[in-house]
């Protein structure tokens, strides 16, 4: 889809969220050349207020001019994430505040460690090691959780800068907070702040190139190639596509699957059992480096027909059982589903969620990691995740 399009269907699905059916007949919303009806002043007053939240943004940044700052990736870091933090930092030394970009899980599918090393995004996987002693202040993205050790290893005095999300609001609080549930990727929103604050975006600048065509990619994969987008999410495809590499994108985008991965894909074939329209597989032990081999393994066994719901799990390092869910169902909700099956822990910590059409989970394997006995401890864990499903 070209530039010109994507902000036709921006408009157009703007109109039908926000227009009223019974002042304007749905049909004549999207038949071309037809006069849409519109509130004067109302187009105006959505740009004020993006303009409004962008200000808001950089105003807050302006007040931890000089700092030094950790720009934290929660979890295993994702497209939308790492095109996030990238944004966040480009945005901040603007005003001279020197970044260092976070995560502590290992980045382990093909197109992340495409995204990081073709972009050359300088990412720091933490460790105990790491000297964070002269961090002033620190930055959440694409998360609103606060439970990462990479935060118990800040200075006492390192303050909570911002909150920019895109799932459901938990309330947190900071010097500025921007989470928006109706926007698909929480690369979109950056994207926003870009378009109507001082960090415009120019053609054929080098840094600017590799920008967006990472929040591009980060829009592209969390709103599944734009199937669960939203107005924001094609706004801002528009503004970014004229400046990204899209050769550089396709490259990206289209890594093959590794071997270990197909190797996951075939056990969960093989181990598939379906009990009416769900597909369950256990697909045993799996290495930490191949995780995301599970969920690759379901989003293929959500193509078999008669199919709706896929869930598919292992043993991660023999530390964690890890399990990722995709649907087609009206009726299946993700994230209730997981929350309700799996519960929380004693800190009232879900074991998992989810979204629109995925989500995952994950449970510490705890004292039975202890067991010698693999065959023995593969068979009680699934006969447990089969009895809770």
């Known amino acids: 889809m070209d530039e010109e399009g994507l902000e036709e269907l921006a408009e157009k699905l703007d109109k039908l969220q926000e227009l009223s059916l019974e002042e304007t007949p749905g049909p004549e919303l999207l038949l071309p050349g037809v006069k849409k009806f519109t509130v004067p002043g109302e ?41 996030s933090a990238l944004a966040h930092k480009f945005i901040a030394e603007k005003f001279d505040i020197e970044c260092i970009i976070l995560y502590n899980e290992d980045i382990s599918h093909q197109s992340n460690k495409a995204l990081v090393k073709k972009l050359e995004i300088e ?24 439970d990462s050790p990479i ?59 590799r920008l967006a065509t990472a929040l591009l990619y980060g829009i592209i994969s969390d709103t599944d190639n734009y199937f669960l987008a939203k107005p924001i ?17 396709r490259v990206i985008a289209t890594q093959s699957i590794s071997a270990r991965a197909m190797d996951i894909l075939e056990r969960a074939l093989e181990k598939k059992e379906i009990y009416e329209n769900y597909l369950i597989s256990g697909v045993g032990f799996v290495r930490e480096e191949d995780r995301d081999g599970i969920a690759q393994a379901a989003d293929y066994l959500l193509r078999r027909e008669g199919v709706d719901t896929v869930i598919v799990y292992g043993i991660v390092d023999y530390k964690t059982i890890d399990g990722s869910l995709r649907t087609l169902s009206n009726t299946v909700d ?40 693999r065959e023995l401890l593969w068979q009680v864990i699934k006969r447990t995740i089969e009895n809770i499903i």
Do not use: W
């Not at 931890?64 to 095109?83: N, Q, T, V």
């Not at 698909?184 to 702040?193: A, K, P, R």
């Not at 209730?336 to 969620?353: A, H, R, S, V």
């Not at 979204?355 to 067991?371: H, T």
């Open 43 to 83: 187009e105006e007053g959505k740009t004020r207020r993006r303009k409004s939240r962008a200000e808001a943004f950089h105003q807050t940044l302006a007040k931890h001019r000089g700092e030094k700052m950790a720009i934290i990736i929660r979890g295993f870091p994702d497209p939308d994430s790492i095109a």
């Open 123 to 146: 990412i720091i996987q933490f460790n105990e090691d790491l000297d964070l002693s002269e961090i002033a202040s620190y930055a959440l993205v694409d998360t609103q959780v606060c």
């Open 151 to 209: 935060i118990d290893a800040l200075p006492k005095e390192a303050k909570l800068c911002s909150v920019v999300d895109h799932h459901k609001n938990l309330a947190l609080r900071a010097d500025f907070v921007d989470v928006r549930e109706n926007a698909g990727s929480t690369s979109s929103i950056y994207t926003e702040y870009l378009q109507y604050g001082i960090a415009e975006l120019q053609m054929g600048n080098v840094e600017d190139t």
């Open 233 to 249: 999410d094609f706004r801002a495809a528009a503004y970014l596509s004229p400046f990204a590499d899209m050769d550089l994108l």
């Open 334 to 373: 993700p994230d209730k589903f997981i929350k309700d099956l799996f519960g929380t822990n004693e800190n009232g910590k879900p074991y998992g969620g989810g979204r629109a059409d995925k989500g995952a989970f994950q449970i510490p394997v705890g004292i039975f990691v202890k067991c010698d006995d």
